[in-house]
C-alpha cells in the first residue's frame, strides 16, 4: 500500500503531531508499506526510507523561530494571506498548509499512485480538494478544537483576553467541523473524543473509528541504577495551553508549602518563550521549588520521568494524553484531573489517582497521599507499566489504522 500522511507540524519535540507521524510512518514501514509524509514547518525526523515532502510556511511564529524553515519572498496571495493573519493572532496553519498540501498530493500524482491520503489534525479547506483526485481521505481528529476554545474562554482573565481567544480560533473551529464531516472516515484516539467529535463537530459515529495511541516502551522506560528525587513531582506539556491546566498544579503546591514541600519540574513543549507559566510562578511564590526545561528528545524525557516519584497531569481536557502513558511506561503513577480521556489512561488507584477536574484541594491531598505512602507508589508503578505494554503499543494502533485504509479503499 503506498500511503501519503499529512502533518502541518512535523517535529517530535513540538507536540503530539509529530510523535504520531513518526510512530506510525515506522510502523507501517515494518509492516511493508511504502510512506510518504507531507509535512509544514518544524519538519520531522522520520525513519529511513519514509520519504519527506517539506512544505514552506510564511506564518508570524514559525518565521520569529525559524523552525527550519525557509520560506523565500511571498509570491501569491495565499502567502500573503497567511503572514498577515498570522501576525494578526489568527490561527490559520491548518488552512493554508492544506492548500499548499493538495498542491503537492496534485503534482506527486503524476508519478505516485497513493492508496490512501491520511491527514493529522489539520483539517484545513484544502484537504476535500484532494478527493476531486480520486483518493480516500481519512482524518485523525485527536480532539475537537472547540474544546481549547472553550478552556481559553473560561480561564480568560477580561473581555479584551476572551476577544483575541476568539479570533485566535475564530477560522479553524468550524473550518475542522466542515472538513471532519467530509473526510472518509475520521480516527480519534479514545472514546471520549469520540463521543465530542460526533457531538461537538457532527461527525456520523458510524464514520468514527477509536484507536489508542501507542507508547515507545524501548524508550519509555525504567531506568535501572537512576535514583528517584525525593518528594519530586514531573510535568510535561504545554503550559502556554490553558487547559494543560498547569495553574491548578502550582496552586496545589502552594497549598501544600508548609506540610509537604514537593519540587515540581515542568517540561514544556509549547512556545520558545513560554510566558504564561512563568508569570504564574512569580504570583504564586513557589520559592524556587519549580524547575523549567524545554521538550526533550525521549531518552532525556524518559530519564527524567524515571526520576520523578510521581507524575501529575492536571489537564481539563485530553483526548489521549501521552505524557500520562510515557509516565505509566516508565513505572510513575499518574495523579490525574478525571477529565477527557485520562480515566481511559490512568486506572484510578491501580496506576494512579484520579481527581475532580479543578479540585485543587483535591489534587493537593492525592499529592500528599502519594509522596507520603512509598509502598503505595512503588506497587502503582509496577501496575501503570503492564497497563500500558497490554493496551498502548504503535505495533497495534497501526495494524488497526490499516484497516481503516482497507474500509475506505
Sequence with gaps: MKIC???????????????????LSREFQRLGHEVHVISGPPYPELPEGVKLYRVKSHSAYVTKYHMGN???????????????????????????????AYDAIRKLSSRIKFDV??????????????????????????????????????????????????????????????????????????????????????????????????????????????????NSLIFVGNTEDRKKGIKYLLQAMKMLENECPVKLTIIDGGAPEAQYAPALMQQINLNGRVTFARRLSGDDLARWYSAADIAVVPSMFEGFGLPAAEAMACEVPVIAFAAGALPELVADGETGILVPPADVARLAAAIKKLVEDKELRLRMAKAARKRVEQKFNWETAAKQILAVYQEVI
Excluded at 500522511?5 to 510512530?23: A, D, E, P, V
Design 5 to 23: 500522511l499529512l502533518t502541518y507540524r512535523g517535529n517530535m519535540y513540538c507536540g503530539g503531531q509529530g510523535i504520531y507521524i513518526y510512530h
Design 70 to 100: 525557509d520560506p523565500g519572498p511571498m509570491r501569491n496571495p495565499l502567502d500573503l494571506y497567511e503572514a498577515a493573519a498570522t501576525r494578526l493572532g489568527m490561527y490559520s496553519e491548518p488552512l493554508t498548509f492544506s492548500i499548499r
Design 117 to 230: 491520503v491520511h491527514d493529522n489534525q489539520g483539517l484545513g479547506f484544502g484537504l476535500p480538494l484532494i478527493k476531486r483526485l480520486k483518493l480516500p481521505l481519512v482524518a485523525t481528529i485527536h480532539h475537537p478544537m472547540v474544546l481549547d476554545r472553550d478552556s481559553d474562554f473560561a480561564q480568560a482573565r477580561n473581555q479584551i483576553e476572551k476577544l483575541r481567544r476568539w479570533w485566535f480560533y475564530s477560522l479553524y473551529v468550524p473550518m475542522q467541523s466542515f472538513v471532519g464531516r467530509r473526510a472518509d472516515r475520521v480516527i480519534t484516539v479514545s472514546e471520549c473524543s469520540a463521543r465530542e467529535i460526533e457531538r461537538r463537530m457532527g461527525v456520523s459515529a458510524s464514520r468514527i473509528r477509536v484507536v489508542y495511541n501507542g507508547v515507545d516502551t524501548n524508550v519509555f522506560r525504567s531506568l535501572d541504577g537512576l535514583p528517584k528525587k525525593s
